[in-house]
């Protein structure tokens, strides 16, 4: 599973459109559909964006990890 797998598994799972994704990123609701469609490609300001609405961790969005917990620090 890919990166666009994981954000398109997400936000699936949380029941969140498309559009609200769009807005999250300021772009247009085409432009999610484009990426999910593997059409265009997200920036990792995007990716930072989602990590901060999701409140997960860029590890489990990239597939650095499986816990979508941010990593206990010690």
Same mark, same amino acid.
């Given at each position: 599973?890919? +990166?666009?797998? $994981?954000?398109?598994?997400?936000?699936? /799972?949380?029941? *969140? %459109?498309?559009?609200?994704?769009?807005e #999250?990123?300021?772009?247009?609701?085409?432009?999610?559909?484009? +990426?999910?469609? $593997?059409?265009?490609?997200?920036?990792? /300001?995007?990716? *930072? %964006?989602l990590?901060?609405?999701?409140? #997960?961790?860029a590890?489990?969005?990239?597939?650095?990890?499986?816990?979508?917990?941010?990593?206990?620090r010690?």
């Amino acid at each position: 599973m890919d +990166y666009i797998d $994981r954000l398109t598994e997400l936000r699936n /799972d949380r029941d *969140i %459109k498309q559009s609200t994704i769009a807005e #999250i990123l300021g772009v247009k609701q085409s432009a999610v559909s484009k +990426y999910e469609k $593997r059409r265009a490609q997200y920036t990792v /300001d995007d990716i *930072i %964006k989602l990590c901060n609405f999701y409140n #997960i961790s860029a590890d489990y969005i990239l597939g650095l990890a499986d816990d979508l917990e941010f990593p206990k620090r010690s």
